[in-house]
């Protein structure tokens, strides 16, 4: 860090405690401001990790001279929020899901463009020594051509989570588990297997009272030629985060749940592939784990820096753009969604409000 950093919390929620942690980890920045609807909670928030506590964001803004925002409040305000943040002169660090469509995401990248301010989204799980290690030998051709994957995202939520008052609607949530859960491991997904061309997708609501979907199924199809089936459920006991990508030489597997570290990986050579060809695989003999801080790390290190973001921090969109061709495939009964059709696609429709299959009469 070649220039100390203020930063500031807005939303002092569960999320915000691991952006603190975060932030304390890293030399140079210091959490200088925070801010809740709630004023007791930021005051408590602040009690245990630091900061001055604001009335709201305007204020904060306004009066606390700070670097750079996290943004950890409910996704509906997420747009608004960070683009007056970057306007005011701060970069901003956004948790997920970043917005309520990809219009809104679009208009936040637009303002990142236009004010010069830097704009990352949490996306913690591209995160780590082993995925590191794993996209390297994959974008070098190690391990051969990418064929086939599986992305699940198994995850329980009972009904209780889907009765707080913005979740379930698309409205306020801009979707279901696919974009509130399974967006991590598809962005985990399209980290390892770059750019995507391809949706046919379905959502589904077997078990839970809500106004989106509690499950859905889609095929994703990459440039690359890889072709990828992604399950997500929020109505696993048995739950699951996992990614499985076949190759012409070997089958790379991560298998966690929130967070993954060198025992979640596991490269398995095809038959016939030597031995010493093998052992090049091995997984890097310092280990990293997936997380808030080494995601928060490279991004501070740039903005102090004044370099641009590193892949690990850039395509805000790319997994955004994903959930959405979920969803505006199941809104077209299945229709392909291509990703040069995607915004237009999503334009036409009259909301993200897809049809979900229900399934709960069914259930004996």
Not at 107 to 135: C, D, L, N, P, Y
Request: aromatic share 6%; hydrophobic share 45%; net charge negative.
């Amino acid at each position: 860090m070649t220039t100390p950093l203020r930063a500031g919390i807005v939303g002092t929620g569960a999320i915000a405690h691991a952006h603190a942690e975060a932030i304390a980890a890293l030399p140079g920045v210091t959490l200088a401001a925070v801010t809740d609807v709630v004023p007791a909670s930021a005051q408590a928030f602040a009690e245990r990790h630091g900061g001055a506590v604001y009335d709201d964001i305007g204020q904060l803004l306004d009066q606390a001279a700070v670097d750079v925002i996290h943004i950890c409040t409910p996704p509906g305000v997420h747009a608004a929020q960070a683009i007056a943040a970057m306007e005011a002169g701060a970069h901003v660090v956004c948790e997920k899901p970043a917005a309520l469509s990809l219009a809104e995401l679009d208009s936040m990248i637009a303002a990142s463009e236009r004010t010069g301010r830097e704009f990352a989204v949490v996306f913690q799980q591209r995160t780590g020594t082993a995925a590191a290690h794993v996209k390297g030998l994959l974008e070098s051709g190690a391990l051969g051509r990418p064929l086939i994957a599986v992305c699940q995202t198994l995850w329980f939520r009972d009904q209780a989570y889907f009765d707080v008052p913005w979740r379930g609607s698309w409205a306020t949530e801009g979707g279901g588990p696919t974009l509130g859960h399974a967006i991590h491991q598809i962005d985990l997904l399209s980290y390892l297997l770059g750019p995507w061309e391809s949706v046919r997708a379905d959502l589904w609501r077997v078990a839970r009272d809500t106004g989106t979907e509690d499950s859905s199924t889609a095929t994703v199809a990459f440039e690359g030629g890889a072709i990828a089936a992604v399950v997500t459920a929020a109505v696993a006991p048995r739950e699951v985060s996992a990614i499985r990508i076949d190759t012409d030489k070997a089958t790379v597997t991560v298998e966690h749940l929130y967070g993954h570290g060198h025992d979640h990986w596991t490269i398995t050579a095809a038959p016939g592939v030597p031995q010493s060809e093998v052992a090049e695989w091995a997984l890097p003999a310092v280990e990293e784990a997936s997380g808030h801080v080494p995601l928060l790390r490279e991004i501070y290190e740039a903005i102090g820096a004044g370099q641009p973001l590193p892949a690990l921090a850039s395509e805000p969109a790319r997994s955004f753009e994903i959930v959405t061709a979920i969803y505006s495939s199941a809104a077209c009964d299945g229709a392909r969604v291509t990703r040069d059709g995607l915004r237009q696609d999503a334009a036409r429709l009259t909301s993200l409000e897809a049809p979900v299959h229900d399934r709960r009469a069914l259930t004996p």
